[in-house]
Antibody
Framework: QVQLVQSGAEVKNPGASARLSCRASGFTFSTSYIHWVRQAPGQGLEWMALMNPGPGSTHYAEKFQGRVTLTRDTSTSTFYMDVNSLTSEDTAIYYC????????????WGQGTLVTVSS | EIVLTQSSGTLSLSPGERATLSCRASQSVTRSYLAWYQQKPGQAPRLLIYDASSRATGIPDRFSGGGSGTDFTLTITRLEPEDSAMYYCQQYSNSPYTFGQGTKLEIK
């Protein structure tokens, strides 16, 4: 059973950066991908990026290219997402989510991390 | 980018009734790579259906999915109060892997 445990809520000033983490267990690096999906307050779901954990390769939605960076620590099975140049429009719950390596439907989700951007 | 449009607004039904939710894609979804999720307030989404019609592990058979190409449906029979939630469709045919805007289902 895959489990994804995310870091706690954060409050950031506009222009700052945030690093979110997602610790994974119960999954196999070679057959899994880790994705990040966000949800603004009262809004729908928005896919942001994915990582292939084995080689550490990444793919970003065009909207987030250059402002979001995914990394991982294989020794702790922890995945990170850095988001730069935060604005109030980045206020959202950020989820990490698991898919298999072939088909990108999200079968396991983290509990979410609320990022609030406010001065 | 594939845009998914779900049946709009809120669907209000009574326990025991049937709900039919729709999801229309702006272009054909290859191999019916479409999923449905349920989300309750304060919770992460939960996978219900993948590949348009396959139920995820542990999902009761009251939930069923269908469709192909650009038109997909999620059907929930014998509605229960616990089915009150937001429902989202998602395509994983092409990047970016987009979601519909959601349909709110109320069971009264």
């Amino acid at each position: 059973q895959v489990q994804l445990v995310q870091s706690g809520a954060e409050v950031k000033n506009p222009g700052a950066s945030a690093r979110l983490s997602c610790r994974a267990s119960g999954f196999t690096f070679s057959t899994s991908y880790i994705h990040w999906v966000r949800q603004a307050p009262g809004q729908g779901l928005e896919w942001m990026a994915l990582m292939n954990p084995g080689p550490g390769s990444t793919h970003y939605a065009e909207k987030f290219q250059g402002r979001v960076t995914l990394t991982r620590d294989t020794s702790t099975s922890t995945f990170y997402m850095d988001v730069n140049s935060l604005t109030s429009e980045d206020t959202a719950i950020y989820y990490c989510a698991h898919t298999n390596y072939l088909l990108f439907y999200f079968d396991y989700w983290g509990q979410g991390t609320l990022v609030t951007v406010s001065s | 980018e594939i845009v998914l449009t779900q049946s709009s607004g809120t669907l209000s039904l009574s326990p025991g009734e049937r709900a039919t939710l729709s999801c229309r894609a702006s272009q054909s979804v290859t191999r019916s790579y479409l999923a449905w999720y349920q989300q309750k307030p304060g919770q992460a989404p939960r996978l219900l259906i993948y590949d348009a019609s396959s139920r995820a592990t542990g999902i009761p058979d009251r939930f069923s999915g269908g469709g192909s190409g650009t038109d997909f449906t999620l059907t929930i029979t014998r509605l229960e109060p616990e089915d009150s939630a937001m429902y989202y469709c998602q395509q994983y045919s092409n990047s970016p892997y987009t979601f519909g805007q959601g349909t709110k289902l109320e069971i009264k």
